[in-house]
């Protein structure tokens, strides 16, 4: 009898282990960055089959099959090490090293150096950035700020955050930002990448974004919509960052980063940038002036050329040395040569070739 009794309590006690390995976890403010930590991730890539959206309760996720394309480091560091960023930004909790490519407005280059955080108990959110204007430190502050994650975070929660930023040069322009953040925590489980096996709690967000710009020169503004942004992110208890996210733009995969061990290989070590469309016309329609934006690796010289429908060219033009990073250039189309229908855009920029059609209005 007393043996039939240690064995009913071992398999009570395995059971329990069972049930315990399988609970859905809980994402608290200590699973998340602090000051000074570092974290090794990879860029990876895609694999044959992967499909980020499928998800659900106690769901096996497995992307062990994640290869790295490369490499590069997160680095959380104190509000004091920021320097005079630090005034606008004490009550922070801390800054990330940015990863955002730089934004070249023509005579104006925003070039971003930190992300700011604040965690509490109940939140973490993105309090704003710090940038170079022209080489001048410029604290941008969002109003309101961005929430990324309302704590402690369990499944099927849901939000919805809208955060806002703007920078004024006098004479010059304005440059502003807004966005819009949809988040569902849709799915817990295990997952497996090439790290190693995690419990997981698994966040979807939409993102939508618009820049604002303001050319005090043309007296001419408008908003600039960017493709709206899905990011999938697996997080898990003292991992500090997500073990997983995936940046999907509609049924594409445009961006994949995994914490991870340091590879001993010929791969660079490179930095992470932010996605964004290689190359945009706003507005469109237009009245014959607009904005082209696009996204540069390096300093190259660009060219710009606009065809009517006959394959005339109406409108060309070259821009030396455009700097990396993210470039406008404004277009002010000749008006004795156009006229309402659609004309072709093509631009130039190195060893790259993109074209799109403009619809010019009445």
Known sequence: MKNRYLILASCFYFLLQSLSSQAQITIASGDLPAANDTFRVSIGQAFTGMDPALTGANYTWDYSQLTSASQTTDTFVSILSTGLYAFAFFGSSYALKSNTAPVNLGALTIDY????????????????????????????????????????LHYNNTGICSSAF???????????????????????????????????????????????????????????????????????????????????????????????????????????????????????????????????????????????????????????????GENFLWIDLPGKNISAGTYLVKLKAGERNYQKQLVVAE
Do not use: C
């Open 166 to 324: 703007a920078v004024t040069v006098p004479s010059l322009g304005y440059y502003g930002g807004h966005k819009t953040r949809i988040d569902t925590v849709d799915g817990w489980g295990t997952l497996t990448t090439p790290f190693g096996t995690f419990s997981a709690l698994r966040i979807k967000s939409m993102i939508s974004e618009t820049d604002s710009i303001h050319i005090d020169t043309f007296n001419i503004g408008f908003n600039i919509p960017r493709p709206v942004v899905t990011e999938y992110k697996w997080l898990g208890n003292g991992q500090g960052m997500p073990i997983l996210q995936i940046n999907t733009n509609g049924a594409f995969v445009n961006q994949i980063i995994y914490l991870d061990s340091v590879h001993v290989s010929p791969l660079a070590v490179l930095p992470v940038k932010n996605e964004r469309e290689d190359f945009a016309l706003y507005p469109n329609p237009s009245s014959g002036n607009f904005f082209i934006r696009f996204n540069l690796d390096k300093n190259v010289d660009v060219s710009v050329e606009v065809l009517n429908l006959l394959g005339e060219s109406i409108f060309s033009n070259h821009y030396k040395n455009r700097p990396p």
């Open 113 to 152: 150096q930190y992300d700011f955080f604040k965690k509490t108990s109940s939140s973490y959110v993105e309090t704003g950035m710090g940038a170079n204007l022209n080489g001048f430190p410029l604290p941008i502050v969002f109003n309101p700020k961005d929430t990324i994650y309302r704590l402690p």
